[in-house]
């Protein structure tokens, strides 16, 4: 049974700062690229961090470029987001998601501003 479980979110200030990981289960993630999206009340999902399997490359959304970084440690089969400088408008749920035989997504672990 394939299975991811994000955790790490929580409270923080503006300009704080929140690892996020998602840890895989019954696959490897070393084949695939893995996907950060985040949900805000109200608004539609959006990708937030893409980390490709070859290579390791990476891609940003815009609004988090260089203020959030995603790695991968395929020892570990763990994903993770990096979050510095955190906005209020960061606040949402954080979900990973691969595209395996299936497209597949976590739990979701939420992030909130605590002002």
């Known amino acids: 049974q394939t299975q991811l479980v994000e955790s790490g979110g929580g409270l923080v200030q503006p300009g704080g700062s929140l690892r996020l990981s998602c840890e895989a289960s019954?696959?490897?993630?070393?084949?695939?690229?893995m996907m950060w999206y985040r949900q805000a009340p109200g608004k539609e999902r959006e990708l937030v961090a893409r980390?490709?399997?070859?290579?390791?490359?990476?891609t940003l959304a815009d609004s988090v470029k260089g203020r959030f970084t995603i790695t991968r440690d395929n020892a570990k089969n763990t994903v993770y987001l990096q979050m510095d400088n955190l906005k209020p408008g960061d606040t949402a749920v954080y979900y990973c998601?691969?595209?395996?035989?299936?497209?597949?997504w976590g739990q979701g672990t939420q992030v909130s501003d605590s002002s």
């Open positions: 980390i490709a399997a070859e290579g390791g490359s990476t």
């Open positions: 019954g696959f490897s993630i070393r084949y695939y690229a």
């Open positions: 998601r691969v595209h395996t035989a299936e497209d597949q």
